[in-house]
Every structure is written in structure tokens, then in C-alpha cells.
């Protein structure tokens, strides 16, 4: 379906997405691999269209949450390794793993055990990878039987061990005291791990904001996911490298009318025209994945013109002030997310009072993601 058949849409340049791969590469040293995290459909940016040019950028691995988010990847034809950071556990879940070739994360001894049994049974050896508890309090062995944990794992033939690695819980926040902590008891567990002469193949540790932090926690893996759409975990972290953003939103101007002023719009009349005033409908509600609680409180971009979203955001619809548009007309496109600081997801999140991560995995998939491919403009779809 064409682009101008669409009521809305989701717009993704692929093109930003390579160039976010190699910015970050940039403060890698060479032997620091990457892997692209794209669980949750790439952030709801498409989780192959991501994958393919994340590997074309540089990235070695991707990394996804679950098994179908896998499986999904390799039916694309994508051959790179494929690790599930979160747990499985089932025979099923096991088999699944092992005809798709995917790497799964062990996260203790029990599930290590239900593991082998299951691929003995198959005659089949899988590359896993073993996650520490160095302070997130999730999955994983807690750090102080991590040698224990790794030796067992280590002694079951058909689980091959991959890497050893755990997750930073606060390297998002400008007090770094409990990422040191967890950095130290990670580095402890390496030595201890060296002491018994256990030598995984990688060890990482390092989200975006923990790479933007601290190159001596890079090991020899990161595994980069909100930088790879072109965000800054947090604004202290801006400007260590150039990053640019992937994602528009955008939807269509279905109605245009004049209204008197002192009339209420849309329910509950939150916004009240203070004058004769010309509202626009745009269709993109909040089913879409634009929060109600933005409501009167947005900007959009229309004609290269800010202008202002009025009145309750409804599941399929919204409205907004094109009273100094006099050029607009019904099937306009309107630049919801994407076009400029007052139109981006962490100034959302911050009307919000949530995270970016959370504007981006909103959208849901009614609205049609349509690829991009042009390094420095954003907007005109590869149709």
C-alpha cells in the first residue's frame, strides 16, 4: 500500500540507524564488538529493517527478549548470531532454540540442567550465554556464585558457553556509585572466574548509557539499544557522539472547520476556543500510541509551521490549531514525533513523566512502518 493511502504512519530512516551503529563504534576499541539490541521490534522501529542495517554498520550480533522476536529475524534470512536476553525454560521453548540456531540466556543452574537434558536428547549443543546478578536483582546467579554457577554449566557437554555477562541497573543516572559497585563485583567475578582457569570467549555488561560512560566497561562486547534510534539515555550523555534520531510519526488532516469562539472541543471539553479559531482533525489517536496525557500539551509540525494539538486526544483522533495555516488542506501530512526538540520522544516522556523508551515501543502496529533510506533527510518514503 502506497504512503498516500495511509491515515498514518510510522516513518523509519534506516539510513540514521547505520549511522548510530558506527557513531558508537567510534568509542569502541577495535576489538569491542557489537550487538544490536532489538527486542520489542527494534524499539518499534521494525525489528529486521533494523537488523539488516545495525549488521551492515557494523554490529556482529543482534540481540532480542524473546523467541519469536528470533525466529522472526531468521526467517528474514539473517544469519548473524541471535541471542535472547530473557529467560526460557521449557522443553518447547528449548527446541525451538536449538531448529532456529538461537542463542539462549541460562540464568541458573536449574534452568542450565532442564537445558541439557532436553538437548540430549536432541544430539544437539547450543552456544549459551550466562548472565550475573551484579545488582539489577532480575534474572541471573548473584555475582557471589558466579564461579559455581559457570563451572556447572561449563561441565554439561551440550551447552557451550558463548559469554558471561550481566546488565547496569542506574548507568543512566549522573551518580555512578552503584554502577561502580556493580562494575567491581563484575570485575570480580572475572577474576575468579580466571582463578579456576574459566575463559569465556566474551564478557559484557555495557547497555548504551553504560558505554557512553565508561570505556572500561566495554570488555570485549556492548550491547547498544536506545542509541541505536538516535537517543541519549539521559542528557548528560549528549554529545559524546552524533546521533540521529530514526523515527517520525505522522498522520493526515481528515476534516478542517471553523469554530466560533468560546466552543468547547472534543471530550470534556478541555480546550476552549478563546476566539474564532480554524481546528484541523488529524487522524492519530491515542490508540495509535499517542498518550492521552499529552492532551493540550503538544506540538506538531504542519507546513514546516509549529502548531498547536488542542482538546482531549481521542483513541482514533485528535485536533490542532492551523488558525495560522491558511494553506492547509484535508490530507495533509502532520509531523507528530520526530521534528525537532519540542516534537521528540524525551521531550514527550518528559510531559509524561516516564522514559523515552517507553514513547517508542508505544506505537502501535496499526500504524504502518514505511523504511527510509537517505542519510540526511528524513520524511520522503522509499515507496
Known amino acids: 500500500m502506497l504512503k498516500q493511502n495511509h491515515r498514518a504512519w510510522v516513518e523509519i530512516n534506516l539510513s540514521a540507524v547505520e549511522h548510530n551503529v558506527r557513531q558508537l563504534k567510534k568509542i569502541l576499541a577495535p576489538q569491542t564488538e557489537v550487538m544490536a539490541v532489538v527486542k520489542a521490534d527494534a524499539y518499534g522501529h521494525g525489528a529486521v529493517g533494523v537488523g539488516q542495517v545495525a549488521l ?32 526460557t525454560n521449557t522443553p518447547a521453548e528449548i527446541k525451538a532454540i536449538a531448529e532456529h540456531r538461537l542463542q539462549p540466556t541460562i540464568c541458573n543452574p536449574k534452568q542450565a540442567l532442564v537445558f541439557h537434558e532436553t538437548l540430549l536428547g536432541l544430539n544437539q549443543v547450543v552456544p549459551v550465554h550466562l548472565k550475573i546478578d551484579t545488582g539489577m536483582s532480575r534474572l541471573g546467579v548473584n555475582w557471589q556464585q558466579a564461579r559455581e554457577f559457570v563451572q556447572l554449566v561449563q561441565s554439561l557437554p551440550q551447552l557451550l558457553i558463548s559469554s558471561v555477562y550481566s546488565h547496569l541497573a542506574t548507568a543512566d543516572e549522573q551518580d555512578q556509585t552503584v554502577m561502580r559497585s556493580q562494575q567491581q563485583r563484575f570485575e570480580q567475578v572475572i577474576e575468579t572466574l580466571k582463578a579456576a582457569h574459566i575463559h569465556p570467549p566474551h564478557i559484557h555488561m555495557c547497555n548504551t548509557a553504560g558505554m557512553l560512560t565508561s570505556s572500561k566497561m566495554h570488555y570485549d562486547l556492548v550491547r547498544p539499544g536506545l542509541g541505536l534510534y538516535g537517543l541519549y539515555p539521559a542528557p548528560h550523555l549528549r554529545g559524546i557522539v552524533n546521533l540521529k534520531p530514526a523515527m517520525q510519526v505522522k498522520a493526515r488532516i481528515s476534516q478542517i472547520k471553523e469554530i466560533a469562539a468560546g466552543t468547547g472541543v472534543s471530550y470534556g471539553y478541555s480546550f476552549i476556543t478563546p476566539q474564532e479559531m480554524k481546528l484541523a482533525t488529524v487522524a492519530i489517536g491515542y490508540a495509535d500510541g499517542v498518550p492521552r496525557g499529552l492532551s493540550n500539551r503538544i506540538s506538531v509540525s504542519l507546513h514546516q509551521k509549529q502548531v498547536a494539538q488542542v482538546g482531549t486526544i481521542t483513541m482514533d483522533q485528535c485536533l490542532i490549531d492551523i488558525t495560522h495555516v491558511p494553506e492547509a488542506q484535508v490530507g495533509d501530512e502532520v509531523t507528530f514525533l520526530g521534528n525537532g526538540d519540542n516534537a521528540s520522544a524525551d521531550h514527550w516522556a518528559e510531559l509524561l513523566g516516564t522514559i523515552s523508551w517507553e514513547i517508542l515501543c508505544g506505537f502501535k502496529h496499526r500504524l504502518p512502518r514505511i523504511t527510509v533510506m537517505q542519510p540526511d533527510l528524513v520524511g520522503q518514503a522509499n515507496l
Open 56 to 87: 551492515q554498520g557494523g554490529a556482529s550480533w543482534l540481540g532480542v527478549a524473546t523467541i519469536p522476536e528470533g525466529i522472526q529475524l531468521r526467517n528474514a534470512g539473517i544469519t548473524a548470531p541471535i541471542v535472547i536476553l530473557g529467560a
